[in-house]
């Protein structure tokens, strides 16, 4: 079955304590990106990778890095979270367009 | 540049009414458009998408938009509404190539009233 999948589902941290969450998808795809949603700011792109070893900022990079070392995988790493990144995180990978998206993390930092 | 307006945040609607969810969207080239819908605690689900040909684009659940260049819109529409529609809808757009991003509306939220 084509996905993508997500981890972890919930996570709460605090301040300062560096995460991953993982993004992996099935379909040979080579653009993936990562997206935050937060109530009437509908979904804004942190950035996103056209191949493996390229990336790019999306429009709200501050605080997050990624990484594309292997076409299937694009983990977001927060170096030193804060809680204005207190969120749903929504990974996502597509082709001519389309967006197929993971089921999210939901993200709160204390 | 691209970008897309939602007209609205929140929309009502009676079991069994039109929904009616409006796009605008803003695009130097021929757009590819897309409608998502994404349904509490879950992630976004494809509705629909219009990249070229028929304008009228029929999609799952009974959805249906109709890409009108000389408006610039795409506006999602259903004859009647079922209670199971409720959630929140998400208007993108995107450049005709095979790698590049889209951009999304505010999304509205879409509610049904028995």
């Known amino acids: 079955e084509a996905q993508v999948t997500q981890n972890p589902r919930y996570l709460i941290t605090v301040t300062g304590k560096k995460l991953t969450v993982t993004c992996s998808q099935n379909?040979?795809?080579?653009?993936m990106s990562w997206y935050r949603q937060d109530p009437g700011l509908g979904l804004r792109q942190i950035y996103y990778s056209m191949n493996v070893e390229v990336t790019d900022k999306g429009d709200v990079p501050e605080g997050y890095k990624v990484s594309r070392k292997e076409k299937r995988n694009f983990p977001l790493i927060l170096e030193s979270p804060s809680p204005n990144q207190t969120s749903l995180y929504f990974c996502?990978?597509?082709?001519?367009?389309?967006?197929?998206f993971g089921p999210g993390t939901r993200l709160t930092v204390l | 540049a691209q970008s897309v307006t939602q007209l609205g945040s929140h929309v009502s609607v009676s079991e069994g009414a039109l929904v009616l969810l409006r796009c605008n969207y803003s695009s130097s080239v021929p757009p590819y458009l897309f409608w998502y819908v994404q349904y509490p605690n879950q992630g976004l689900q494809l509705l629909l998408k219009?990249?070229?040909?028929?304008?009228l684009v029929k999609g799952i659940n009974g959805f249906e938009a109709e890409f009108k260049k000389s408006e610039t819109s795409f506006h999602l529409t259903k004859p009647s509404a079922h209670m199971s529609d409720a959630a929140e809808y998400f208007c993108?757009?995107?450049?005709?190539?095979?790698?590049?991003?889209?951009?999304f509306g505010k999304g509205t939220r879409l509610s049904v009233i028995a």
């Open positions: 379909m040979n795809h080579e653009y």
């Open positions: 996502a990978s597509s082709s001519w367009g389309q967006q197929f």
């Open positions: 219009y990249t070229t040909g028929a304008t």
């Open positions: 993108a757009v995107s450049v005709p190539s095979g790698n590049t991003p889209l951009v």
